[in-house]
């Protein structure tokens, strides 16, 4: 392991963490010279102060330790608003008024093109009316201007299963113009994320396999903010008895549900060791 490797486990406190978790946040850990635990709480209607309390808890309980004081997106929003106001300035995001519905119906209309969505910026008098009126909008990142500053073939470091460390070319079509600021939390997950790992200096991002796809994003993103891209790694994830992927949402048996039932946590770390 390098000597300043730097990994992060980020988890949002939106419910109680599973076992899945704790097998990404023991890689991590493992991983790191320095381990760092970030609550990434942005999304003020779901998460909850009892779910954050859990996770420094179970993390704990497993046995692991990371630096202090630990980062909240949440204390953070006026830093990731001024990103983007520093953006909008350079022409790398605009206001976007379709919905989720509006490109939806677009996508699965007859002869449509089925690429990822890629807007314009209105002109200022319909922008400031439909502003006015209270209609909703997210702030998408323009990527044309983005790859015009980064250039068009960008590529990340990607670790493979078997330690191998292999170079990936991103494939900026499959992003289009993603939002990156809601105007309800004005950021966004790949926002937030990635302006907190450059600024916190992580080299190794240890994640599950789903989020492998938006690697390239992330590099995007990265590149942007004049920061050199970590290196990416993802792990399988972990099932139950039924084949079926742990999940918040489908009330996987949590972490505090196992320790408050009197289960070991070297129990739990040796069944993670064989996952």
Not at 33 to 59: G, H, Q
Not at 248 to 259: E, F, Y
Request: charged fraction near 25%; glycine fraction near 8%; aromatic fraction near 8%.
């Amino acid at each position: 392991m390098n000597a300043n490797t730097v990994t992060r486990f980020a988890p949002s406190p939106t419910g109680y963490l599973h076992l899945g978790h704790a097998y990404s946040a023991l890689l991590n850990f493992k991983r790191g010279n320095r381990f760092l635990l970030r609550i990434e709480d942005i999304d003020n209607t779901r998460c909850k102060p009892e779910f954050e309390t859990a996770i420094y808890e179970d993390l704990a309980w497993l046995g692991l330790e990371w630096e202090k004081p630990v980062r909240r997106q949440s204390d953070r929003l006026g830093i990731y608003a001024a990103q983007l106001a520093a953006w909008e300035k350079q022409g790398l995001v605009y206001r976007c008024f379709k919905t989720r519905k509006d490109i939806g119906e677009a996508m699965s209309a007859p002869h449509a093109s089925h690429v990822a969505f890629i807007g314009a910026r209105l002109d200022a008098s319909e922008e400031e009316e439909r502003m006015a009126t209270g209609e909703p909008w997210a702030w998408r990142l323009c990527m044309q201007n983005a790859l015009a500053i980064t250039g068009s073939n960008l590529t990340y470091l990607e670790e493979t299963a078997e330690g191998a460390i292999k170079t990936v070319p991103v494939n900026p079509a499959l992003y289009g113009d993603v939002v990156l600021g809601r105007k309800d939390i004005g950021t966004s997950y790949h926002l937030s994320c990635v302006m907190d790992d450059a600024d916190q200096g992580v080299t190794l991002v240890i994640r599950g396999q789903d989020l492998a796809e938006i690697a390239g994003l992330h590099t995007v993103l990265f590149h942007l903010l004049g920061h050199t891209p970590p290196v990416f790694k993802h792990h399988h994830l972990l099932t139950d008895d039924t084949g079926r992927r742990l999940a918040k949402r489908d009330k996987a048996a949590t972490l505090k549900s196992m320790r408050e039932a009197g289960m070991q946590a070297a129990d739990i770390l040796k069944r993670l060791e064989k996952a």
